[in-house]
């Protein structure tokens, strides 16, 4: 149990140290231009990352001035359309009702990143065939070697994989990392945090 931990929290330090930080660069300037041309935010993920997106949608929201949103949000909506539509189109037929547009971003929060072949997170493959037809921007935090999103998105952060029995909770832990780098840069952060405005 020990071993594991330490181990862990190594792995932790190492990942840190060898993601691509010009990769996060290019996501803010990505989003500083859909801000400024009054485009909208829209995050999707499965899981973990679904949970990252609530939380990023409230960030992005509160902290950066970012018109926000995020299809898991509505359990209703979702599951609905989940019976009507099937999974696969679940996404897509969200941000296609939504008027997922060119000016928009598409945020995607996955560890695989989609792959159709495998039949993996194939609403995500179908959100990202959407988002470039419509001519939106796509960006994504995503493990190993990234599938779908890392083959079409703008910009996109590969979690470095340190052993193959961790990819998937070191993944989502980054995304949340990497997420709040990027809500509370300088370039994009427009309001103050609660806890360092106290201070």
Do not use: C
């Amino acid at each position: 149990m020990n071993s594991y931990t330490s181990r862990y929290l190594s792995e932790v330090s190492s990942i840190a140290t060898m993601i691509d930080q010009t990769k996060i660069d290019k996501m803010i300037d990505i989003l500083l231009e859909t801000r400024i041309a009054g485009g909208r935010l829209f995050f999707i993920g499965v899981g973990g990352g679904a949970g990252n997106a609530t939380h990023a949608v409230n960030d992005f929201r509160k902290i950066a001035n970012f018109e926000s949103y995020t299809p898991t949000d509505n359990v209703s909506e979702l599951t609905a359309r989940v019976n009507d539509d099937g999974w696969d189109l679940s996404f897509s037929r969200w941000l296609s009702e939504s008027h997922l547009r060119r000016g928009d971003t598409l945020f995607v929060f996955s560890v695989g990143g989609g792959n159709q072949e495998k039949n993996v997170s194939v609403n995500i493959v179908r959100a990202l065939e959407l988002a470039l037809e419509v001519g939106a921007k796509i960006v994504g935090i995503v493990g190993r070697d990234g599938g779908y999103t890392a083959k079409v998105a703008d910009a996109v952060v590969i979690i470095p994989t340190a052993s193959p029995d961790t990819v998937t909770p070191h993944t989502e832990s980054f995304q949340a990392v990497v997420w709040h780098l990027i809500v509370s840069h300088p370039r994009l952060k427009e309001n103050e945090m609660k806890w360092e405005s106290v201070l």
